[in-house]
């Protein structure tokens, strides 16, 4: 197997996710990433993350999620960012998470958060940030459900979450 090609489960013909990062190869595949319409609400568009990530060099990691060759979504995590810009507070996390409408319950948001969960713990990490729309309709059950617990702040009119990641068996 090649590094392009899908990792599958030897005894079935599941496919194992994987990230990109974003180049100008699969540039037009991120863009095209679209959440549900009664989603767009609570999730900035893959065009804006881009732009975003461009201007925080070094704190953004882009990454396109790929099932076999098809793009199913889109993540951008943070990292060693200064919280309250004062330095009292260092946190990495997930920034955004896009998964195409067509995809959507087949898995791929608990895989990426997960693998930005890993590569925090790799950087030496040992706290995830999220922060979501509150509301019935935003996905609060969703991280709760992956281990994340309010900490009683909001950031942009969204409930923070953080999960531990030091004891975690997630993953």
Request: hydrophobic share 40%; net charge negative.
């Amino acid at each position: 197997m090649t590094s392009s090609d899908a990792a599958v489960d030897a005894g079935s013909a599941v496919s194992v996710p994987r990230l990109e990062e974003i180049t100008a190869g699969n540039l037009d595949a991120a863009l095209g990433i679209r959440v549900r319409p009664d989603q767009e609400h609570a999730v900035a568009p893959v065009v804006k993350s881009l732009a975003e990530a461009y201007v925080h060099p070094g704190v953004a990691w882009p990454r396109l999620i790929v099932d076999r060759d098809r793009p199913v979504g889109f993540l951008m995590a943070f990292f060693d960012i200064d919280w309250h810009l004062d330095g009292s507070t260092i946190r990495s996390g997930l920034w955004r998470l896009n998964i195409d409408a067509g995809a959507q319950g087949r898995g791929y948001g608990r895989f990426a958060v997960e693998a930005v969960a890993a590569e925090i713990r790799r950087r030496g990490g040992t706290r995830m940030y999220v922060t979501w729309h509150p509301g019935p309709d935003g996905p609060e059950g969703f991280y709760l459900g992956l281990g994340f617990r309010t900490n009683g702040e909001t950031s942009g009119g969204q409930t923070v979450g953080v999960r531990e990641l030091v004891g975690d068996t997630a993953g």
